[in-house]
């Protein structure tokens, strides 16, 4: 695994490069920088342990080449260490490529690293997998040697998956594309799926507009469920999200957070929420089209504040290029 230290100003430098006529990009010196890691990097989840706010995203590459994943870690959004190759399909027999979406998670001191492969249809092997390290930029172990979730339920694709533990210790999978999303209870070694008490395996809690990309904040005794909208390779790809007292809905939506900004980037979406654990501030980290993007995959991770109103309610996020001031996490 090759590691490499990155400094916020050459992002700065590359943000300066990627829109026309610097004057107008917002650009503080005071901000950290958006993107905030360099390179084609999508759906990407945030997480934070001891200090260290970690970023798992997807390769934005053509799912052929989406071989391995990368990860990337700071302590004050200005430098970052870039960790290569945290997984790949070599490890994974079972991927041929399109590996995507990592979703990571702690527990008794190992790091498991959930993830989609092989963009799965009906009949065919793939969905998503798990892997486990003991640290956690890896390198990550196949933990089954095939796939956790392979079967296509509720019309829901088997990607996309958010590991969220609730307050009495219980880890649920919110997961989904193709417009449904299902919820499952993981085992404590997360080898399988624990049965709900009417029996079942998976429950659907799919809300109105959802199309993939789940995610699950837990603030405040309230359940803070948000998902993408839209077509991740148009301008139409935003984040909604809803409010409710249990962990399986109903999530009515209440709006938007995060959309397309014709001024700074478009198809805003597939993002994870961080807070720091020094000063509480939340972030959000989600992937945006560079303005003039090439094509779909032409995807960068970006960084911003969150902020909830005194209801409670999440308040529209403003995109930026000059990213949140530099913090600790
Ligand atoms: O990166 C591949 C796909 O793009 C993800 O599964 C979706 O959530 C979208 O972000």
């Given at each position: 695994m090759k590691k490499t230290s990155i400094f916020a100003s050459s992002l700065l430098i590359t943000g300066f490069a990627l829109c026309a006529g610097v004057a107008s990009c917002g650009i503080k010196p005071s901000g950290s920088g958006n993107?905030?890691?360099?390179?084609?990097?999508?759906d990407p989840e945030g997480i934070v342990y001891d200090g260290t706010l970690f970023i798992y995203p997807t390769r934005s590459l053509p799912f052929r080449e989406q071989t391995s994943m990368d990860c990337f870690s700071t302590t004050d959004l200005k430098h970052w260490t870039k960790y290569e190759n945290i997984i790949d399909t070599s490890e994974v027999k079972w991927a041929w490529g399109a590996m995507w979406a990592p979703s990571v998670l702690r527990k008794d001191g190992k790091y498991y690293l959930f993830f989609g492969a092989n963009d799965v249809h009906e009949g065919e092997t793939g969905g998503i997998g798990v892997a486990v390290s003991d640290r956690p930029e890896g390198p990550f172990k196949d933990l089954l040697g095939r796939p956790l979730i392979n079967e296509i339920v509720n019309g829901a694709q088997p990607i996309d998956q958010y590991v969220f533990t609730d307050k009495d210790g219980s880890c649920y999978m919110y997961y989904g594309g193709w417009g449904h999303c299902n919820v499952v209870r993981l085992s404590d070694d997360f080898t399988s799926l624990v049965p709900f008490p009417d029996g079942k395996l998976y429950r659907e809690v799919t809300p109105e507009n959802y199309t993939e990309g789940p995610f699950m904040l837990l603030k405040d005794g309230k359940y803070y469920f948000m998902w993408s909208e839209g077509?991740?390779?148009?301008?139409?790809y935003r984040v909604a999200y809803a409010i409710s007292e249990s962990p399986f809905g109903p999530f009515r939506r209440i709006g938007t957070i995060l959309e397309s900004d014709p001024a700074v980037g478009t198809g805003a979406g597939h993002h994870s929420v961080v807070q720091s654990s020094k000063t509480g501030e939340y972030y959000i980290v989600y992937h945006r089209h560079p303005?003039?993007?090439?094509?779909?995959?032409d995807r960068v991770t970006c960084i911003e504040e969150l902020h909830f109103d005194s209801m409670g309610k999440i308040l529209p996020v403003k995109m930026t290029f000059s990213g949140p001031a530099p913090a600790t996490f």
């Open positions: 993107p905030c890691i360099p390179g084609p990097y999508a077509d991740w390779t148009k301008d139409n303005l003039g993007a090439a094509d779909g995959n």
